[in-house]
């Protein structure tokens, strides 16, 4: 048994406990750092096929973008746990029977393979990689599915940014098309004061304890 084996069920045997303890674990927290675990477990894998993009893919988008946002999420939101755990046994048949269907499934697959599997793709040996070959088919054969993924994509961006954009009446905001329109006069107002007295006569005044608020006698011309 060469590394690379030992290597394969060494990184199996964590991604399947990994995923077990996201299903068992009691805090959601900790799920959510298991999954973050299988993930990892998982791009290994690829890693030891030569699916090196797809397990870098798995690590950026997965790990990097989603699992954050559900650590945040989880981590803002007050959960109650006592209230989540009560229909775990009630809909266990059931999540059996799907992870039954399921794992059918990859064996079928798998037995389908074991008599003509395929050789990693190494780009060492002159041949072109794993990573060239998935971008010219993407680019060539799939050119208008990818386009229609990323104009979906862009939609879905779009409207929750318009579901979720609430502007609040206490913020202060300038309205650029009614800052050109202003004239001079709604800019400032000159409002006439006439003087009568001069402008050192209330400190005057006020040091020689008369009151402020007798009225100014004439000036005499």
């Known amino acids: 048994m060469d590394a690379q084996t030992v290597l394969f069920y060494v990184f199996s045997a964590i991604t399947v406990v990994s995923a077990l303890r996201v299903i068992s674990a009691r805090n959601p927290v900790h799920s959510a750092l298991f999954l973050v675990l299988a993930f990892c477990s998982a791009a290994c894998i690829w890693m030891l096929l ?3 993009f797809l397990a870098i893919t798995l690590v950026l988008v997965y790990v990097g973008a ?5 650590l945040f999420v989880v981590m803002m939101l007050d959960i109650n746990l006592d209230r989540m755990r009560e229909g ?4 266990l048949p059931v999540a059996l029977v799907v992870g039954g269907v399921v794992v059918g499934e990859l064996a079928l697959v798998i037995w389908s393979r074991l008599d003509r599997p ?3 793709l190494d780009a060492s040996n002159g041949g072109p990689g794993n990573t060239q070959l998935l971008g010219e088919v993407l680019y060539t054969d799939y050119i208008y599915p990818v386009e229609i993924a990323a104009v979906i994509l862009l939609v879905a961006i ?12 206490d913020s202060r905001y300038n309205d650029p098309s009614a800052a050109v329109r202003t004239r001079r006069e709604d800019r400032i107002r000159l409002v006439p004061m006439p003087a009568e007295r001069r402008a050192g006569a209330a400190d005057d005044d006020t040091q020689a304890g008369a009151d402020p608020a007798a009225p100014t006698p004439p000036r005499q011309g």
């Open 66 to 70: 989603v699992m954050v946002l559900f």
């Open 50 to 52: 030569g699916a090196e």
């Open 118 to 120: 395929l050789p990693p």
């Open 158 to 169: 779009i409207a929750a940014i318009a579901l979720t954009l609430r502007r609040r009446k």
């Open 88 to 91: 775990f046994w009630h809909n």
